[in-house]
C-alpha cells in the first residue's frame, strides 16, 4: 500500500493571496490584458482515499530530443514519465496507464505502450501491489488492419496478457477495428465474452464515447446511447464476477447515474465525466479521469474531506477545477491532452512542453492562456516564478512579448 505519509503542496489557502506577479495574456476578443498570479493552494492528504476508488489517466512525456514529429514513432522521456507517476502515487491515487489521456490512437505506438506498461508497473512495485496501484489499457491498436473477429479477439489477448505479465489491472478499452467491424451487439457480446472467459481476476470495460474518439460511434452495437445500455448492461450480466467496473466517458450525467443504478451488486461505476465529477463521486461513482492528472493535489484533499463526511469541504476544494476541466475538456475534446501536458510543464513536472505525435500544436495559444488562468485560479500552479517563466516563453514564440 502507499505510505500514509503526509503529503503538502505548498501555498496558500485562498486566491486573495496573491504573489505579486503578473503577466500579460492573450483574451478570446483577440487582445491582450494583464493578469495578476495569485499562486498556489496549501492542501494537505495522508494516503489514498477510503470511500471511494480514484485512477489518475496519466500522460506521458515525450523526449524533446527524439523528434516525435506527426506519424513518427514514439519516444518518451522515461525519467521524466514515471517520475510523474511517483507524483500519482504520493497522493494516494490509483494510476490508469497506457489509455487515450497517454495517447493511445493518437500517437503512443504500440511499441512505447508495451513498454510503459511494463516500466510503470514495475515502478508501481516499489510502493505496493500493482494490481491494486495501476491498470492499464489493453486494445487492438497494434493491429489497424484487423477487421474480422477473430483478428481483433487476438489482438486484444495479446494486448491483455501484456499487461497481465506486467502484474498491472487489466483495462478493456474501446476497440476502433470493433467499432469498424462488428455488425451489431452480438459481435460485441461474442468479443468480450471470449475476452471475459480468459479473466483470471476481474476487469475494468472501458466506454469512451465518440466526444472523445468519433471512430467509437454506435459502440455496443448502437447509436441510441439508450439502446446501446442495454447491449452493455446484458453483457455486464452475463459476465458480473469478471468484471470490476465499468469506466464511461460519454459526458451525460443523468445517463451515468442510471446506468450506475443498473448495474449488477459489486459491479462499480467510474466516472470518467470530466464535466461532472464533483457531482457525480458524491452520488456514488468511483473515479477513473483524465483531469485527475492535472488536479491530483486538489483531487486527493478533497477525497479525503469527503472520507472525513466535510462534503462542503469536498465541494469548495472541487469547485474551482470544474472550470479548468471543462476548458481542457472542450470540443474538440480529443485534444485535452494538450492542456494536460501544458499544465505538467508549467508545474515543473517536465522540462518541455512537446508531445508525441507534435499534439502540443493542437490547441491555440488562446486556449493555452485561458488554461493558465484557470489553472491559478485553482490554485494548481505550484511555482508561480516558474509558471510565468515558461508562460511568457510559450508568448513570445507566438509573438506576444509583452
Not at 6 to 19: I, N
Not at 25 to 39: I, K, S
Not at 347 to 367: E, K, P
Given at each position: 500500500?502507499?505510505?500514509?505519509?503526509?503529503?503538502?503542496?505548498?501555498?496558500?489557502?485562498?486566491?486573495?493571496?496573491?504573489?505579486?506577479?503578473?503577466?500579460?495574456?492573450?483574451?478570446?476578443?483577440?487582445?491582450?490584458?494583464?493578469?495578476?498570479?495569485?499562486?498556489?493552494?496549501?492542501?494537505?492528504?495522508?494516503?489514498?482515499p477510503v470511500s471511494r476508488i480514484a485512477y489518475a489517466a496519466a500522460h506521458v512525456v515525450a523526449d524533446p530530443l527524439a523528434g516525435n514529429g506527426p506519424g513518427e514513432p514514439a519516444r518518451l522521456d522515461w525519467d521524466a514519465t514515471l517520475r510523474f507517476r511517483r507524483h500519482l502515487w504520493s497522493y494516494g491515487l490509483r494510476v490508469a496507464d497506457a489509455m487515450d489521456t497517454a495517447q493511445r490512437?493518437?500517437?503512443?505506438?504500440?511499441?512505447?505502450?508495451?513498454?510503459?506498461?511494463?516500466?510503470?508497473?514495475?515502478?508501481?512495485?516499489?510502493?505496493?501491489?500493482?494490481?491494486?496501484?495501476?491498470?492499464?489499457?489493453?486494445?487492438?491498436?497494434?493491429?489497424?488492419?484487423?477487421?474480422?473477429?477473430?483478428?481483433?479477439?487476438?489482438?486484444?489477448?495479446?494486448?491483455?496478457?501484456?499487461?497481465?505479465?506486467?502484474?498491472?489491472?487489466?483495462?478493456?478499452?474501446?476497440?476502433?477495428?470493433?467499432?469498424?467491424?462488428?455488425?451489431?451487439?452480438?459481435?460485441?457480446?461474442?468479443?468480450?465474452?471470449?475476452?471475459?472467459?480468459?479473466?483470471?481476476?476481474?476487469?475494468?470495460?472501458?466506454?469512451?464515447?465518440?466526444?472523445?474518439?468519433?471512430?467509437?460511434?454506435?459502440?455496443?452495437?448502437?447509436?441510441?446511447?439508450?439502446?446501446?445500455?442495454?447491449?452493455?448492461?446484458?453483457?455486464?450480466?452475463?459476465?458480473?464476477?469478471?468484471?470490476?467496473?465499468?469506466?464511461?466517458?460519454?459526458?451525460?450525467?443523468?445517463?451515468?447515474?442510471?446506468?450506475?443504478?443498473?448495474?449488477?451488486?459489486?459491479?462499480?461505476?467510474?466516472?470518467?465525466?470530466?464535466?461532472?465529477?464533483?457531482?457525480?463521486?458524491?452520488?456514488?461513482?468511483?473515479?477513473?479521469?483524465?483531469?485527475?492528472?492535472?488536479?491530483?493535489?486538489?483531487?486527493?484533499?478533497?477525497?479525503?474531506?469527503?472520507?472525513?463526511?466535510?462534503?462542503?469541504?469536498?465541494?469548495?476544494?472541487?469547485?474551482?477545477?470544474?472550470?479548468?476541466?471543462?476548458?481542457?475538456?472542450?470540443?474538440?475534446?480529443?485534444?485535452?491532452?494538450?492542456?494536460?501536458?501544458?499544465?505538467?510543464?508549467?508545474?515543473?513536472?517536465?522540462?518541455?512542453?512537446?508531445?508525441?505525435?507534435?499534439?502540443?500544436?493542437?490547441?491555440?495559444?488562446?486556449?493555452?492562456?485561458?488554461?493558465?488562468?484557470?489553472?491559478?485560479?485553482?490554485?494548481?500552479?505550484?511555482?508561480?516564478?516558474?509558471?510565468?517563466?515558461?508562460?511568457?516563453?510559450?508568448?513570445?514564440?507566438?509573438?506576444?512579448?509583452?
Open positions: 500500500m502507499i505510505s500514509r505519509e503526509h503529503r503538502v503542496l505548498r501555498g496558500r489557502t485562498s486566491h486573495s493571496s496573491a504573489t505579486g506577479l503578473s503577466i500579460t495574456l492573450p483574451t478570446a476578443e483577440g487582445g491582450l490584458e494583464p493578469y495578476q498570479v495569485g499562486g498556489p493552494r496549501t492542501r494537505a492528504t495522508s494516503g489514498p490512437n493518437m500517437g503512443l505506438d504500440w511499441p512505447a505502450t508495451r513498454e510503459l506498461i511494463r516500466r510503470s508497473a514495475a515502478e508501481a512495485g516499489a510502493y505496493g501491489d500493482p494490481a491494486e496501484l495501476i491498470a492499464c489499457g489493453a486494445g487492438t491498436d497494434h493491429v489497424p488492419g484487423a477487421q474480422t473477429l477473430a483478428e481483433i479477439v487476438a489482438a486484444y489477448t495479446e494486448q491483455i496478457e501484456t499487461v497481465r505479465d506486467a502484474g498491472a489491472g487489466v483495462i478493456i478499452m474501446a476497440s476502433r477495428q470493433l467499432a469498424g467491424a462488428a455488425r451489431g451487439p452480438d459481435d460485441y457480446h461474442a468479443v468480450y465474452d471470449e475476452l471475459l472467459s480468459q479473466a483470471d481476476r476481474p476487469v475494468i470495460l472501458h466506454w469512451l464515447g465518440e466526444m472523445f474518439d468519433p471512430a467509437l460511434a454506435g459502440y455496443w452495437g448502437s447509436s441510441d446511447v439508450d439502446e446501446a445500455t442495454e447491449h452493455l448492461l446484458a453483457l455486464i450480466r452475463d459476465h458480473a464476477a469478471d468484471i470490476d467496473g465499468v469506466k464511461v466517458s460519454l459526458l451525460d450525467a443523468d445517463h451515468e447515474v442510471r446506468l450506475r443504478a443498473a448495474l449488477p451488486d459489486g459491479v462499480k461505476l467510474y466516472t470518467g465525466d470530466d464535466f461532472n465529477y464533483p457531482d457525480l463521486i458524491a452520488s456514488g461513482s468511483h473515479a477513473l479521469l483524465g483531469v485527475f492528472d492535472p488536479i491530483a493535489p486538489a483531487a486527493a484533499a478533497a477525497l479525503q474531506a469527503f472520507d472525513a463526511g466535510d462534503l462542503a469541504g469536498y465541494e469548495a476544494i472541487l469547485a474551482p477545477t470544474v472550470p479548468l476541466s471543462r476548458k481542457i475538456f472542450e470540443t474538440p475534446t480529443y485534444h485535452y491532452k494538450t492542456g494536460i501536458v501544458f499544465l505538467a510543464w508549467l508545474a515543473g513536472h517536465q522540462n518541455a512542453f512537446t508531445m508525441v505525435n507534435g499534439a502540443q500544436s493542437a490547441r491555440s495559444v488562446v486556449h493555452l492562456a485561458e488554461v493558465f488562468r484557470l489553472a491559478d485560479a485553482a490554485g494548481l500552479l505550484p511555482d508561480p516564478d516558474l509558471a510565468v517563466r515558461r508562460m511568457r516563453t510559450l508568448l513570445a514564440v507566438h509573438g506576444v512579448e509583452r
